[in-house]
């Protein structure tokens, strides 16, 4: 040890203060951020699977608010009527002599678009069909989802 002016020793060997370093800083943030972008992708993935489900289960609701409609009225809504029959008493043969709303609007899939109807259905001509047009929005593609599947 050298002694300074004032006879006090001081150290000669350059001493970490335990402190980080900027580049051990940059590298810990680096692996963070190859993280999260590896869970948000997962997470992505596992959202897809989220919204088909949910389109089961809103064929399953609006198969029973049709199906009460065909009760009430004796016949399931036509094409033309759609599902705007189960919001509003169709104006277009046949015209239901009993009908009661069993909807205030019609709900979209969960890509924002409207589900679809048909009577009689595309796979099973015995009964209707509602369907979603999926992810890519576009009708007669191979991401369309049926209540008939």
């Known amino acids: 040890m050298k002694l300074g002016k ?3 020793p001081y150290p000669t060997s350059n001493v970490s203060s335990g402190g980080f370093t900027l580049l051990e800083i940059v590298i810990v943030l ?19 699977g989220a ?5 089961t289960s ?3 609701t609006i198969s029973s608010a049709v199906n009460t409609y065909k ?32 909807a205030t609007e019609i709900p979209l899939d969960p890509w924002q678009n409207p589900y679809q109807y048909r009577n009689p259905g595309k796979q099973d001509a015995s009964t209707f069909e ?7 929005g576009q009708d007669g593609t191979e991401d369309d989802l049926s209540s008939q599947d």
């Open 6 to 8: 004032s006879n006090i």
């Open 30 to 48: 680096g692996i963070i951020a190859v993280i999260l972008g590896g869970s948000i992708a997962v997470v992505g993935k596992l959202g897809d």
């Open 58 to 60: 809103d064929f399953n």
């Open 71 to 102: 009760l009430n009225a004796g016949s399931a809504p036509t094409t033309a009527q759609g599902l705007q029959a189960l919001v509003s008493k169709p104006s277009s043969t046949p015209i239901p002599k009993r009908w009661t709303q069993l």
């Open 130 to 136: 509602i369907y979603s047009k999926g992810p890519d």
């Open 51 to 55: 919204k088909i489900q949910r389109v």
